[in-house]
């Protein structure tokens, strides 16, 4: 069985930044691992050690630097990857799901997988959307925010929670070939080791162009144009106690006392 | 342009945002003089769609799929309902479900999608706003598409008021079983557990700033100074670090204490979901940019490690 499992390299915001166009100035920015896919190596990884002959292989659409970032799912346990990049994707605007499920779409069709793990969302533009539209594009069934997992192999079906809102799970047999979009707190991600990263060094990482995928400049080309990035005006009207740590307690605690808590 | 909403329902009981699409929706059909459906797919419909009947809503189509929500049936009846009606705009709840299947609806018509939106508008062309990074940026994207789909994220626009005159039919869709390949089973009610949040009259309620496990007993030690109960974010209960009667949030409890101090909690949307009807709201966070300062009432912008031990100083 094969498992394909995306990742992304997504970008961390100090808590003091500028923003340089339609994005933030990149002295402002810190990268990792997004934190949902975090989650979804490591289901694929447990599935892996689990069962028989499960290849899971990551795949990621980013430039050179992403490398470090997706090595990550390597050192954690998958066998190989995959990044997608090209000088059209340097250039193109917004990456948006549907953009993002077409090139996943791609390479899916070359490595015919069983299973696909995603993250619900990416920490950075958090669109929620491109496991779904990626199930769509392969014919393949879905589940959004899964945060319990029970493949049964032989049966071809997973048994999955999915987290509604409110404290509700929906309890869902899905059919494989399957896309999940994983949750947090599915399972406890683990560190990779120093064997791991060591040996994430000389795992396989592969490198497709949209041509090596079949794909030209249209294929990426999408009708949603991001026109402006500003940071919204603060709606709040709190009252911020400032000074020292000493004074800005004490203050509060006079708050705290006239609300009655506490005495 | 026609507008047409989705309704989203749960175990018998229409969602809140069901009425929030249909002011957004409203909003855009007279921008650009045009009207606005809405569907409910599924339960007793019937009696959905006597709450639907808002003033502003020309159609409503009812289709009596199953009970509950699933994917597939939503996917194929909503695709050929966007179709029957000449749908212009597909506005979905930005939801768990909405998410499960608006992409695939989106992508089916070929349509550009666009989630989260929390604000919408049209001049010649429609224009969506979303966050970004945890909400600490806005963005605008323009959509050069005729046709297109959004998912709205809840509580941005009020409820729909009043009453309608809408007409209802029965829309007679042609669901395919066999492309029915997922089959909800049950629900299950999490939490229990032995401390009830929602119960408390002050919480304490901690976030990812507080680094460690080991240093959570600062914050008990806070809660027990002030006769309260510790609450927290959600990547404190994905940690095991705390009970998942605990979190505060979209998928954790709806709280509404007299007062809550979110202490190393940035505020995502998530979690504000679930703590936004306090009576005060105290945030002590490092970041002034932080979107927790949006809602509080009352803000200390400093390290928790200095501000909450002398807290309990002045507390002992
Ligand atoms: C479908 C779905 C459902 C979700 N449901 C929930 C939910 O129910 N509840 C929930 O909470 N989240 C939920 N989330 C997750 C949510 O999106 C956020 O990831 C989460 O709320 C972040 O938690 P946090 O604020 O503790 O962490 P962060 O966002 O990492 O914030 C930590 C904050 O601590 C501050 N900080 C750091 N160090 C210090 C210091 N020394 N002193 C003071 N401040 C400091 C930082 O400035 C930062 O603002 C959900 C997400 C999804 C996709």
């Known amino acids: 069985m094969k498992i394909l499992v995306t990742v992304k390299e997504v970008a961390d915001v100090d808590d003091e930044f500028e923003i340089d166009g339609l994005g933030i100035d990149d002295r402002y920015v810190t990268y990792d691992l997004n934190e949902w896919d975090d989650y979804a190596v490591e289901a694929a990884v447990q599935i892996q050690e689990a069962g028989e002959d499960v290849e899971v292989v990551a795949v990621t659409i980013g430039d050179t630097d992403t490398e470090d970032t997706i090595r990550q799912a390597l050192a954690k346990g998958a066998d190989r990857a995959v990044r997608v990049w090209d000088d059209a994707l340097a250039a193109a605007g917004l990456l948006d799901p549907e953009t993002k499920a077409r090139l996943i779409a791609a390479v899916a069709a070359e490595e015919d997988p069983d299973l696909v793990l995603t993250g619900v969302q990416s920490a950075d533009d958090g669109f929620g959307a491109t496991g779904v539209t990626l199930a769509e594009h392969l014919g393949f069934e879905w589940a959004a925010v899964v945060n319990d997992l029970d493949l049964d192999r032989e049966a071809g079906v997973a048994h999955v929670h999915r987290e509604l809102e409110g404290g509700v799970e929906e309890l869902t047999d899905v059919e494989l070939p399957a896309v999940l979009t994983i949750q947090t707190g599915i399972n406890e991600p683990r560190y990779a080791s120093l064997r791991g990263i060591r040996q994430a060094q000389s795992k396989e990482l592969a490198e497709y162009t949209l041509a090596d995928l079949g794909l030209t400049a249209a294929d990426i080309e999408s009708p949603l144009e991001q026109t402006d990035l500003y940071e919204p005006e603060s709606e709040g009207d709190a009252t911020v106690f400032e000074g020292s740590a000493e004074e800005t307690a004490s203050e509060l605690a006079g708050l705290l006392r006239e609300k009655g808590v506490g005495s | ?316």
Request: charged share 25%.
């Open chain 2, 1 to 316: 342009m026609t507008v047409l909403t989705v309704a989203e329902h749960r175990r018998g009981e229409l969602r809140d945002v069901s009425l929030e699409l249909l002011t957004a929706g409203r909003e855009l059909a007279d921008a650009t003089g045009g009207e606005l459906h809405t569907a409910v797919v599924g339960g007793d419909v019937e009696a959905f769609a006597e709450r639907l009947d808002r003033e502003g809503v020309d159609a409503i189509h009812t289709v009596d799929e199953g009970e509950e929500f699933n994917h597939d049936v939503y996917t194929q009846v909503v695709h050929q309902l966007a179709d029957a009606v000449d749908a212009d705009l597909l506005v979905v709840p930005n939801s768990v479900n909405g998410l499960d299947y608006a992409p695939a609806v989106a992508s089916r018509l070929d349509w550009p999608l666009v989630t989260d939106v929390v604000d919408l508008s049209y001049d010649d062309e429609l224009t969506a706003t979303r966050e970004l990074y945890g909400s600490k940026v806005e963005t605008t994207i323009d959509v050069h598409a005729d046709r297109a789909a959004v998912t709205v994220r809840p509580a941005e626009w009020p409820a729909a008021e009043g009453t309608g005159d809408a007409t209802v039919d029965a829309f007679d869709a042609d669901v395919d079983e066999s492309a029915v390949r997922s089959t909800v089973t049950g629900f299950e009610e999490v939490g229990g557990g032995e401390v009830d949040i929602t119960d408390a009259d002050v919480l304490v309620s901690v976030g990812r700033g507080i680094e460690e496990e080991e240093n959570l007993n600062l914050i008990f030690d806070l809660a027990e100074a002030l006769d309260a109960t510790v609450s927290a974010s959600r990547p404190l209960i994905d940690n095991g670090w705390l009970a998942k009667d605990r979190q505060v949030g979209q998928s954790g409890k709806v709280v509404t204490p007299d007062v809550y101090i979110a202490i190393g909690i940035s505020g995502a949307v998530q979690h504000v979901a679930g703590m936004k009807g306090s009576d005060t709201i105290v945030a002590i966070n490092t970041d002034p940019n932080a979107p927790i300062f949006d809602i509080a009432d009352y803000g200390i912008q400093d390290d928790l490690f200095e501000v909450v031990p002398a807290l309990i100083e002045e507390f002992q």
